[in-house]
C-alpha cells in the first residue's frame, strides 16, 4: 500500500525529532541513515518541508564541526540578510497592492545542509550562492504567477539565464514553481535574492507532496506522472526483483536513493541505475557495448535528441542503430565517463566514419 511509505516517513521525522533519546553511536547511525537515505526519498516525494528538516538536524549530527563553522556564517550575516528580506517584501507587497493581485509572501533563508551541499557541489563560497536568500510569492492563480513575474523583472534587475519555469515544465516529483534571481532594491543588499512564484495548492505540494492532499488517491501523479518515467514504488519492486536476500536488497535500496545517482529507463522500460553525470553517449555505450559503434540517432522521452544531452532522474533513452559503422571520434569528448571514454579511446578509427 503506497500510504505506507508516508507513515514510515512520517515516523522517521518522529524519530528525528527527538534525536536526543538515543545513545550516541545509535544516534549518529539514525542521522547517517537519514542523511543519506531518507532525505532522497522525501526530495523524491516532493516532501521539502519534512526533508529540509530532517537534514539540518541530521547534518549537526553527521558533521558537527562543519555544522558548528557554517551556523556562525549564518549568524554573522543574519541582520543583513533580515533587511534584505524584509524591506524587499514590503516593497513587492506595496506593488502587489497597486496593481490590485491578492498574494502572501514568504520569506525564507536556506536550510543549512542544503548551503553546504550547494557550497561543495557548485565550489562556491558562502556569500557566493545565489539562492541563499528567497522570497516566495503564493497566489491564488497560476495565470497570475506569471503576471508576478513580470511584476518582478519590471522593479528588480533579473540574472540572466537564472530564471526556471518549473510550472510550464514541472520537476520528475511533481514540483511547480517559477524560480527567478535578482538583484533586489538599491541600497537594500548587493546579495542576489531567489523569488518563487507558485499558487497555494503549488507550495502544499512542493512542502508535502501527495501526503498534502486530504484526497491521497485522486492526488498521487508524482508517484506515476505522465511527463516523468520516474515511479518511486515501480522502481523499488524492480530492485526487489533483482536480489536474492534482504541485505543485498538494503544495500541495493541505500545505492538507489543516494542523490550521486540517476535512475534511466531503456525503450523497453528496464531500469537502469547509474552514476552522475552522465550523457546519452555514455548511457548507450554502456546498455549496448556491442552496437554502440551503430549508433545512429537518439531519442529522450520522445524527442530526438543529441548525444551529449545530459541525462536526468526517469529520462527514457531510445537509441537507433544503423546496419553500417557510424562511431565518430567526437563522441569521446561527449562523454563525461571516465570508463566510457576509455572505452570509446580503444576503438579503432580506421574502421569508422571520419568526424
Known amino acids: 500500500d503506497e500510504r505506507l511509505l508516508f507513515l514510515r516517513m512520517a ?13 550516541g553511536s545509535l544516534r549518529r547511525q ?14 523524491r516525494l516532493g516532501m521539502h518541508a519534512w526533508g529540509q528538516e530532517m537534514e539540518d538536524a541530521c547534518f549537526k549530527v553527521v558533521h558537527p564541526t562543519i555544522a558548528k563553522k557554517l551556523a556562525v556564517e549564518f549568524e554573522v550575516r543574519r541582520p543583513f540578510d ?35 551541499q550547494k557550497m561543495v557541489n557548485k565550489r562556491r563560497g558562502f556569500l557566493e550562492l545565489t539562492d541563499r536568500l528567497a522570497l516566495r510569492i503564493i497566489l491564488d492563480d497560476y495565470l497570475d504567477c506569471y503576471q508576478a513575474l513580470g511584476l518582478v523583472h519590471a522593479f528588480m534587475h533579473p540574472i540572466p539565464g537564472k530564471l526556471k519555469d518549473y510550472i510550464g515544465a514541472p520537476k520528475e516529483n511533481g514540483y511547480q514553481s517559477i524560480h527567478t534571481v535578482v538583484y533586489p532594491l538599491i541600497g537594500v543588499n548587493q546579495q542576489p535574492l531567489e523569488i518563487q512564484i507558485r499558487t497555494q495548492a503549488m507550495d502544499e505540494f512542493c512542502r508535502f507532496g501527495p501526503a498534502a492532499h486530504a484526497n491521497y488517491k485522486k492526488n498521487k501523479y508524482t508517484l506515476n506522472s505522465a511527463s516523468s518515467r520516474v515511479n518511486l514504488l515501480r522502481n523499488i519492486a524492480y ?10 536488497f538494503e544495500k541495493a535500496l541505500r545505492n538507489y536513493f543516494n542523490s550521486n545517482y540517476v535512475g534511466i529507463f531503456d525503450s523497453k522500460n528496464n531500469l537502469y541505475h547509474l552514476k552522475k553525470p552522465i550523457t546519452a553517449i555514455d548511457f548507450v555505450c554502456h546498455i549496448y557495448p556491442q ?34 559503422l557510424t562511431f565518430k571520434k567526437t563522441w569521446v569528448k561527449f562523454s563525461v565517463n571516465p570508463v566510457i571514454q576509455k572505452k570509446l579511446n580503444v576503438v579503432d578509427p580506421e574502421s569508422s566514419p571520419p568526424s
Open 11 to 23: 515516523h522517521r521525522l518522529n524519530d528525528i525529532r527527538r534525536l536526543h533519546r538515543f545513545k
Open 30 to 43: 539514525i542521522a547517517h541513515e537519514t542523511l543519506h537515505m531518507y532525505t532522497a526519498i522525501a526530495s
Open 82 to 116: 533580515e533587511k534584505c528580506l524584509n524591506e524587499t517584501e514590503q516593497f513587492l507587497v506595496k506593488k502587489f497592492k497597486q496593481k490590485k493581485i491578492g498574494c502572501h509572501i514568504e520569506k525564507r533563508i536556506k536550510g543549512l545542509y542544503s548551503t553546504y
Open 239 to 248: 530492485l526487489h526483483q533483482d536480489v536474492s536476500n534482504p541485505k543485498q
Open 291 to 324: 552496437k554502440f559503434r551503430k549508433l545512429k540517432s537518439v531519442t529522450i522521452n520522445g524527442r530526438p535528441a543529441k548525444v551529449d544531452q545530459p541525462l536526468k532522474d526517469g529520462d527514457v533513452v531510445h537509441p537507433e542503430f544503423s546496419p553500417e
